[in-house]
């Protein structure tokens, strides 16, 4: 499966972006989580939310509940991240990446997509 994240962009805290990935290729069981992840330079990547691609169960980190929406159009192939409130502490890469289960880490992804890059200024 190939992924590639777009939508990033500068803005200013208190705004929102909307980040869509677009998935191809043929999704096996490799692919049943699609999941976002962020990376602020000098940091590990984390994991920012995550949504079962057949059942739409999700995920979110503590620090974006309530904050990000993740979602996503089977028919198009497409899964989305919308972030609102955004804070300057949000600045980073986002990529999407999938799994075949449950993950925490980026450790347990396996395709991943370049990211795109948020920057939220103060």
């Known amino acids: 499966v190939q992924l590639q994240a777009s939508g990033g962009g500068l803005v200013q805290a208190g705004g929102s972006l909307s980040l869509s990935c677009a998935v191809s290729?043929?999704?096996?069981?490799?692919?049943?989580?699609m999941n976002w992840f962020r990376q602020i330079p000098g940091k590990e990547r984390e994991f920012v939310a995550g949504?079962?691609?057949?059942?739409?169960?999700?995920r979110y980190a503590d620090f974006v509940k309530g904050r990000f929406t993740i979602s996503r159009d089977s028919a198009k192939m497409t899964v989305f991240l919308q972030t609102y409130s955004l804070k300057p502490e949000d600045t980073a890469v986002y990529f999407c990446?999938?799994?075949?289960?449950?993950?925490?880490?980026?450790?347990?992804?396996?395709?991943w997509g370049q990211g795109t890059q948020v920057t939220v200024s103060s």
């Open positions: 290729g043929r999704l096996t069981t490799s692919d049943n989580f």
């Open positions: 949504i079962n691609w057949r059942s739409g169960s999700k």
């Open positions: 990446a999938s799994s075949s289960e449950v993950v925490s880490t980026a450790d347990g992804a396996g395709s």
